[in-house]
Nanobody
Framework: VQLQASGGGVVEAGGSLRLSCAIS????????LGWFRQVPGEDREFVDR?????????????YYSDSVKGRFTISRDNSRKTVSLQMNNLKPDDTAVYYC?????????WGQGTLVTVSS
């Protein structure tokens, strides 16, 4: 599958942003779609990417890290093949490059990152 993330930007603390990831390729029925983040400047690819949220594409089960639970909401649109991350009450610690991810078993695909900057 291929993933294209969008929606990053600069926001003040307490504000909101919505990230979106467009997905193309094979059927997603057996996939879990998620968002991870990495602090800007950490160049080690795939290392230290922090899990943020995920959704099982078929069943719709949602998972969140403790750091974002209650503030972020992940959702999917089956017809448009997109997964979104609504981020509310943003904090400076949420500043990161956000990556969407599609995982099936041991196979994972990543989109390019989108930068979210939260100013204090």
């Amino acid at each position: 599958v291929q993933l294209q993330a969008s929606g990053g930007g600069v926001v003040e603390a307490g504000g909101s942003l919505r990230l979106s990831c467009a997905i193309s390729g094979r059927s997603l029925d057996r996939y879990t779609l998620g968002w991870f983040r990495q602090v800007p400047g950490e160049d080690r690819e795939f290392v230290d990417r922090e899990f943020v949220a995920a959704v099982a594409w078929s069943a719709g089960y949602r998972y969140y890290s403790d750091s974002v639970k209650g503030r972020f909401t992940i959702s999917r649109d089956n017809s448009r093949k997109t997964v979104s991350l609504q981020m509310n009450n943003l904090k400076p610690d949420d500043t990161a490059v956000y990556y969407c991810n599609a995982k099936q078993g041991t196979t994972a695909s990543w989109g390019q990152g989108t930068l979210v900057t939260v100013s204090s």
